[in-house]
């Protein structure tokens, strides 16, 4: 957080490891004092109303409104319509609301005022056909609604005095890296998405097969109405050409990167459909064997206004005349409606066994092997609708010209523009572009496992399993566009050093189905089944997972360094090489032969789960552009061991995880030398336990009693720290993983 001095413009403290620039004068700031006379207004005014002040360091604590209401309601019913035909339904409803809040004194302090209004029906019918063969016919709708109403900011920027289109909508958008990180208002929007299902299965028992041949439908709409980014997404950035310092580029309103489009709004269409068949053969009374084979076409999204696009190099839009060559529109000769085409020629197998070793039922070998098909996720598209003409969409950088209160001073500024624009608009350039590549297609997944079973005494099991999985074709997002490195190159000059700057582009996102992914493990489980009022479940895994990025919703960069692929190979994002669980169940041995008694105190049961587990894995990124690529995913270069020997303190793994003298920035031109997720947090531990009793009152009526804990030992697990290396708190770690302990009574009644 800005100090007072830093408010009045001293940065002396930032002395003598940083001396700051003078960007007016082309010097420096005498000890690192920046005249008042300097500071843009406009930012000085947030800085002092919105931005609190730490009494004492440089940090402050603060907390947000978390309230929520939700009420539910499910209704069920069941009809035999007759011997053989069941009908059954299931009616779902939920309403919740967040309220929102904004710290009139410390915009930091925001929480969104959120409403869900969600609804499902679910019809199934099962008929009898025969004594082998039984037919299940399922239906299902499913509606939901969470609009976003944020409190505003009592004046826009345009009403601050800002020369820039805003909407009748106020957000503020400033990150100040290193710093605050963002301060985010909140956006505007609403979500609707209505999904529909079909789905048939036919289950037929022959002999010593069951047979199994079905198939499923189904159809849906998602429409977004968003105004993000609408009111502009400022950016200050120390590697820009001005201070060094991005809270002293924010002061005097410098920013790095200014972002701002017209707003999300798209109307995404889809459909799923699918067909499989399935034999479990049980060859003997040791050996039984499963085959299945499903056929899984996918179907591309499509928007109802057309708002996608693909990459074809030459190729010249008649959709969008003005459109710079290469990128087509779906309405274009050769381009699909959903930017790529449909992959019908999905085929997943499987097989699967399970074999009694010695024919006595204590010793089993069961072993599978499947392929299954993944669908990409809908965000997707959101970024798809944001490009022009439709989301007109534009970067500007800062240079010696702009700034804060006049951003487009230089530059054409499009804004207001429309959302449906006719087929001669003009593009912004240099254009923004999401793009699809020509052989587009959704992932898959290869999964296989091996286990060995033994019951090693009465109502004692021990399980030996391996389980792997090898991902194929994962979707990525690659800056097809990058800046390429010269000496001298700046920030500014971004947009003039792109590889494809001549068309008229800008940043070039293009999605493509290039990342892989592989998982091994080992997993040993002991589980004592229930007796004599006592059962354990305890489960090890060994595993290692890797790929070139994980939880990718292909609606962003995934790929720091746009001239090598594999420099994303490493550790997963969610891998943890050591897990842990065990829980359990113990009826208390307390009986009273008095009933009243006894059924009060007697009849008690005591539950436990245990979590222990490995740290997140983390990378150190330096926090600035100095590849110049305009990526902004650069690492950190390591220089020496970055690991503290002997024993510290829980306050000095705190205040400083690894040694911060072991990073320094990335060499200019470079993308830094470490590798993705090397590092990794610290670890996790969690108990929760439960205390339970069921009271009789009639014979059809009962009730249930809970006590639960959560976080029992009310633990404090340590989040990974703060990993850009340019930040004020880099290395220090300033969250948490997971609740504090919370106590939770509960009373169920049955009849």
Do not use: C
């Amino acid at each position: 957080m800005p100090t007072a001095a830093q408010k009045r413009g001293d940065f002396s403290a930032l002395l003598p490891g940083k001396v700051l620039r003078d960007p007016f004068s082309g010097g420096v700031y005498p000890n690192n004092q920046i005249p008042l006379s300097q500071f843009n207004p406009i930012l000085k005014s947030i800085a002092d109303s919105f931005i609190p002040t730490p009494v004492s360091g440089n940090t402050i604590s603060y907390s947000t409104v978390a309230n929520y209401d939700d009420d539910q309601i499910l209704v069920r019913g069941d009809h035999q319509l007759t011997s053989k035909n069941r009908i059954s339904g299931r009616y779902w409803k939920s309403w919740a609301e967040q309220p929102g809040s904004l710290d009139p004194k410390n915009y930091l302090s925001v929480g969104e005022h959120r409403l869900w209004n969600n609804y499902s029906t679910t019809i199934t019918d099962t008929h009898v056909i025969s004594p082998n063969l039984v037919n299940n016919f399922l239906f299902s709708y499913n509606h939901t609604n969470g609009p976003v109403l944020p409190i505003y900011p009592a004046k826009s920027f345009t009403d601050l005095g800002v020369k820039m289109y805003n909407d009748d909508k106020p957000q503020y958008y400033l990150t100040v890296a290193g710093y605050w990180g963002t301060m985010n208002t909140s956006d505007t929007n609403d979500f609707f998405r209505d999904e529909y299902q079909l789905n048939n299965t036919v289950r037929w028992t022959k002999g010593k097969h069951q047979i199994t041949l079905g198939g499923e439908g189904g159809w849906a709409s998602g429409d977004v109405v968003n105004n993000f980014r609408a009111n502009g997404q400022f950016t200050f950035n120390g590697s820009a050409p001005f201070t060094g310092d991005s809270l002293a580029d924010f002061f005097i309103g410098k920013f790095s990167t200014l972002v701002q489009g017209i707003g999300e709004y798209k109307n995404t269409r889809f459909k799923i459909m699918a067909f499989y068949a399935d034999d479990s053969w049980k060859v003997n009374r040791r050996l039984t064997i499963n085959i299945g084979l499903r056929w899984d076409p996918y179907f591309p999204y499509t928007d109802e206004l057309g708002k996608l696009s693909g990459w074809r190099p030459g190729q010249q839009s008649t959709r969008y005349k003005n459109a710079p060559r290469g990128v087509l529109y779906p309405g274009d000769p050769g381009l699909p409606d959903g930017g790529y085409n449909t992959a019908w020629t999905n085929l997943g197998p499987r097989l699967g066994f399970a074999y009694d070793v010695f024919g006595d039922g204590k010793t089993s070998i069961r072993g599978g092997y499947g392929i299954f098909f993944d669908r990409i996720n809908t965000l997707q598209t959101n970024q798809a609708a944001t490009q022009g003409p439709f989301g007109t969409i534009v970067n500007i950088n800062g240079n010696t010209v702009n700034n804060f209160t006049d951003p487009y001073a230089g530059d054409v500024n499009p804004f207001p523009a429309p959302l449906n624009p006719p087929s001669d608009v003009k593009f912004v350039l240099p254009h923004v572009a999401f793009l699809y590549e020509e052989h587009m297609r959704n992932p898959y997944v290869q999964a296989f496992n091996l286990t060995v079973e033994r019951e090693l005494a009465s109502n004692f099991i021990g399980r030996v399993a391996y389980a792997g999985s090898k991902g194929t074709r994962l979707y990525s997002g690659r800056e097809l566009n990058p800046a390429i490195y010269s000496p001298g190159a700046t920030t500014a000059t971004t947009n003039q050093r792109r590889a494809l700057a001549g068309l008229g582009y800008g940043s070039m996102i293009l999605v493509e189905p290039i990342s892989n992914s592989t998982f091994h493990s080992l997993q040993l489980t002991g589980e004592r089944r229930f007796s004599k009022g006592f059962s354990v479940l305890a489960n090890y895994t060994w595993s290692k997972s890797i790929d070139d990025g994980s939880a990718n919703k292909g609606n962003g960069i995934t790929h720091s360094n746009p001239f090598n692929n594999g420099f994303e190979k490493g550790p997963s994002d969610f891998d943890h090489t050591h897990v842990f669980t065990a829980s359990g169940l113990w009826e208390l041995p307390v009986r009273f032969s008095n009933k009243v008694l006894n059924s009060v105190i007697g009849g008690w049961n005591l539950t436990g789960i245990a979590t222990l587990q490995s740290g997140n894995t983390f990378t150190v990124g330096s926090g600035v552009d100095n590849s110049r690529s305009g990526v902004g995913q650069d690492r950190a270069d390591i220089v020496s061991d970055p690991y503290f020997s002997g024993d510290r303190s829980r306050d000095e793994v705190i205040a400083q995880y690894l040694n911060k003298a072991a990073f320094t920035p990335n060499a200019l031109g470079t993308f830094g030398s470490q590798g993705r997720n090397r590092f990794r947090g610290p670890g996790f531990a969690n108990f929760d336990f439960g205390l339970h009793k069921n009271f009789r009152i009639t014979e059809r009526v009962n009730t249930q009693f809970r006590f639960e804990t959560f976080n029992s030992f009310n633990k404090v697990n340590l989040a990974s720290p703060t990993t850009a290396q340019n930040s004020v708190n880099f290395m220090r770690i300033t969250s948490t993983l997971g609740d504090p302990r919370i106590l939770q009574f509960a009373l169920r009644l049955s009849f």
